[in-house]
């Protein structure tokens, strides 16, 4: 026994600020306590417990437990106090010498040293901190946190939904015996489920813990500042065990509780304060991001029940994650942020936190345009036989979450938080995109790609990828004509070339792109080159800017009917009763997944419905407010009405709308709507209805074509995964909001200008005194388009060189290159009324 002691004493000395070096100097009763511990495993591995049909392999009282001599008990009982290891309860043959030891010594009793406690419920906290108020010493609660939040099995016990609470008063945390937790506890998970608790249990998202709980819990432990190092300390002890445990135990799979740990400890409102970014939330990210997927879903789901409030703290503490992370360190083409772990894990688990967002929201899964499916070939293409097919002929990949959950972003009318509450700009800021595109398509099995978490990134970003798939591919296709001409021997055509006359731009286009998609339709993957006939001039992307602006404004002129104008939104629609022919339709779709391919800005004015049916949606009511306002606003009034809708409305399932010509054309919702009267308890069927046929079926067959057109081009590209449909609006018609204040900031000088030049000051001040419309003419005039590129103005590299000195000559263009030749006029009004006629009278010349 004399060694037994000495040992003790030794372990005690070298271990308790180990183990416990969170909790202040431990006092004479700490000591004590530890002391009765490893002497009940010592007379536990000696004694026994005096049960005679005791389980504990680590109790002599066990049938199966090998005797051990005093010296080899006495260094187990050490390693069982390390390990938490269970204590047998004294059997009632044993508990009064056991007092009796206890009276001798002068060592705590149990009640002191809550050694039985091995998960935690809200009353057994409430219990201890009763107690270490009392004596006005906390170090036993700290020793009891640090303990269980550093023990998943403890954690994923503790504070489950069957804790007994005072239903009078749930906040009250009267003491309970420590001995009956764990006899509540056997019996609760020995017994069967009651049947009004089973649909409950068989929803895939539902835990055992009890969240209130869990939350009144946290509120009273970090109101004390003790408690702060210790959950600290338990969560960097915690993170490294469970992040094996996922990996390689796949502990998950059988134990889904498991979950129950990250609910808990992410309830934790200070898990963005600097003592857990260092060390404890980089290590509890990357366990988190070893969960499989339906375990992510369900910690998802879980989340979208909660609320704004607490979806907006799990974004904020990971978005503080990665920002700390990012601005604590530096990145370059050798040390790129994709391989930092904690970044990677921290945009993993926001994921899950986006996810909730948009399940919390309002989300429509069901109103899903119809896919075209391909039909398979078993002949190897030239990409593959090239090896290039992951590269090139790879479709859009499908997020494993988003799977799991079944809901896309595209479904979600309104997340709960912001699409740009989920952008980290810091993250944008350094991450090299075109390695990213490669590791998006060619290492997504060994190197993260933040492309396969869009959310995080900003549509400048998502562009750049975007354009280097683009390009990639342009490249792909040149060096695949260059191989088919040396077998055939013909020129090769490493271009999409169109050849069109100015007044016949439409016609020469149509049939020059119908060939090509019915011959070749790769060939629309090759960059575009338009020449006009009669006009000398290279295309470097001046003319291919003037070619789809030219395209564009005779499609939508009102005279040819495919389009219906609305005044009041200034937006176009589909015109149900147009004469034009698919093929029409078909060419606008082309023209804009061409723009989208070669990085053109489009002056295209359609509702959001469009981008939303080009992604995959159906129109429904509520996209009426954009395309059709006055038509949403009396389907609401007729939705809100409080009187006799059948008597007062006197509506049927008959609906009339207006042909090309101005004649009315009557539609049945049903068959023989005139004779089924609209009323208060179908009402809601008929505006669905009415919307279905007025954003879908009357305009079936034109946006069928319009479509295919546009997937002609953008099919295989990343488009639809990386992009939501209001970020497809800005790709296709850039920013509506002009900048000149930026644009000034980026713009370059040639020929001897510089911005502190006379005529420049005099230049930007005439620009900035311009109206909106003027300022437009001139964006024109310089670029080819009255738009701002994604980012805004400051995105576009404008260059105003010399040409000249004074002269009566108006300034010029190069739209390809976004020049301005600016002769150096002697006066600030000369320049003003010079500028003015070219930017007013340039169509069809001044530009080059």
């Known amino acids: 026994m004399v060694k037994f002691i000495i040992i003790t004493e030794l372990f005690f000395q070298s271990t308790i600020h180990r183990v416990c070096r969170s909790v202040p100097e431990s006092s004479r009763m700490n000591r004590a306590t530890a002391k009765h511990l490893i002497e009940r495993y010592f007379r536990q591995l000696t004694d026994g417990c005096g049960n005679g049909d005791c389980t504990n392999e680590f109790c002599a009282s066990c049938r199966d437990f090998r005797p051990l001599d005093k010296n080899s008990a006495a260094a187990k009982a050490l390693e069982l106090f390390k390990i938490n290891a269970k204590l047998c309860n004294p059997h009632p043959s044993e508990k009064d010498t056991l007092d009796g030891e206890m009276s001798e010594t002068d060592l705590c009793p149990t009640k002191e040293d809550f050694s039985d406690v091995h998960y935690l419920t809200e009353n057994t906290v409430c219990m201890i901190l009763s107690f270490c108020e009392e004596r006005g010493d906390y170090s036993a609660l700290i020793r009891i946190i640090g303990r269980i ?21 749930p906040d009250s945390c009267e003491p309970t015996d420590v001995d009956e937790q764990e006899k509540q506890s056997s019996e609760t998970t020995g017994a069967s489920l009651p049947d009004e608790g089973l649909d ?37 002890y915690l993170t490294p065990n469970m992040e094996l445990d996922l990996e390689y ?3 998950y799979e059988t134990n889904p509780d498991y979950l129950n740990i990250f609910i808990i400890v992410l309830e934790n409102s200070n898990l963005h304060s600097p003592e857990y970014l260092e060390t404890a939330l980089p290590q509890f990210c990357k366990a988190m991001s070893k969960l499989p997927v339906a375990a992510l879903a369900r910690l998802s789901k879980l989340w979208s029940r909660y609320g704004l409030t607490h979806i907006r703290r799990m974004t904020e503490t990971f978005q503080q994650l990665i920002t700390f992370t990012v601005v604590s360190n530096e990145y370059d083409g050798e040390t790129l942020v994709n391989d930092d772990a904690t970044v ?75 699409y740009e509450d989920f952008v980290n700009e810091s993250l944008n800021d350094v991450v090299e995109m075109d390695k990213d595109f490669t590791f998006f398509k060619v290492n997504a099995e060994t190197k993260f790609s933040f492309q396969s978490c869009p ?39 490493p271009y999409l070339k169109l050849k069109v006359r100015r007044d016949h731009i439409i016609d020469d286009a149509l049939v020059r792109l119908e060939m090509i998609s019915m011959e070749n339709p790769s060939d629309l993957k090759k960059q575009l080159f338009v020449e006009f006939e009669g006009e000398q001039g290279v295309d470097e992307g001046g003319v291919s800017k003037e070619f789809f602006l030219l395209v564009l404004e005779e499609i939508f002129n009102p005279d040819i009917g495919m389009f219906s104008y609305d005044d009041d939104t200034k937006l176009f629609w589909f015109n149900s009763s147009s004469l034009e022919n698919e093929a029409q339709y078909t060419l606008v779709g082309l023209v804009l997944g061409l723009a989208i391919y070669n990085n053109c800005i489009l002056d295209v004015h359609f509702p959001m419905v469009v981008y939303r049916k080009l992604m995959g949606k159906k129109g429904t009511y509520l996209d009426l407010s954009d395309s059709h306002p006055s038509l949403y606003q009396s389907l609401k009034k007729l939705l809100e009405y409080g009187g006799n809708v059948e008597q007062d409305m006197m509506l049927t399932y008959q609906i009339s709308h207006t042909d090309l010509f101005g004649n009315p054309i009557l539609y049945d919702l049903k068959d023989q709507g005139d004779q089924i009267p609209v009323t208060e308890d179908n009402r809601q069927e008929f505006v669905d209805m009415y919307a279905d046929y007025i954003l879908n079926k009357s305009v079936e067959s034109q946006f069928k074509a319009f ?23 800005m790709l296709i018609c850039g920013s509506r909001k002009l900048d000149f204040e930026a644009l000034e900031k980026t713009t370059e000088y040639d020929g001897g200008y510089s911005k502190d030049s006379q005529i420049i000051r005099d230049f930007w001040e005439t620009i900035h005194s311009f109206g909106e419309e003027q300022k437009r003419l001139f964006l024109q ?5 009255d738009r701002a590129p994604v980012g805004g103005l400051g995105k576009l590299k404008m260059i105003i060189a010399k040409n000249g000195s004074d002269t009566d000559r108006l300034p010029t263009s190069h739209t390809c290159f976004n020049a301005l030749l600016l002769p150096e ?18 169509k069809g010349f001044g530009m080059l």
């Open 455 to 493: 959310f995080i990134l900003s549509i400048i970003t998502k562009n750049q990828g975007l354009y280097y798939d683009n390009r990639i591919r342009m490249y792909s296709e040149r060096r695949l004509t260059a191989l088919y001409s040396m077998v055939q021997g013909q020129q090769p055509n």
């Open 781 to 785: 005039f310089t670029t080819g388009t």
């Open 249 to 251: 135990l796949d502990v």
């Open 825 to 842: 006029y002697s006066c600030k009004d000369k320049l003003r009324e010079r500028l003015l006629k070219a930017i007013t009278y340039a």
């Open 707 to 729: 479509k295919k057109g546009f997937l002609m081009v953008t099919k295989e590209s990343p488009l639809k995964y990386l992009f939501r449909p209001e970020e497809v609006e």
């Open 344 to 418: 990677v894990a921290a945009t993993q688990c926001l994921k899950v936190a986006f996810y909730a967002s948009i399940l919390g929201g309002d989300v429509d899964v069901e109103h899903n345009e119809e896919e075209e499916e391909d039909s398979e070939s078993d002949e190897l293409t030239l990409h593959e036989l090239l090896g290039e097919e992951r590269l090139y002929n790879k479709g859009p990949p499908v997020d494993p979450l988003e799977k799991e959950l079944g809901v896309r972003p595209v479904d979600c009318i309104g997340p709960l938080l912001p």
């Open 149 to 169: 939040f550093s023990n998943s099995d403890a954690l994923t016990k503790s504070f489950r939904k069957d804790e007994p609470v005072d239903a009078e008063n």
């Open 200 to 236: 409950e249990m068989l929803d895939p998202c539902e835990v055992t813990v009890d969240i209130d709980a869990v939350r009144r819990v946290y509120d009273r432990l970090l109101s004390l500042d003790q408690v702060e190092a210790a959950l600290v300390n338990a969560l960097v």
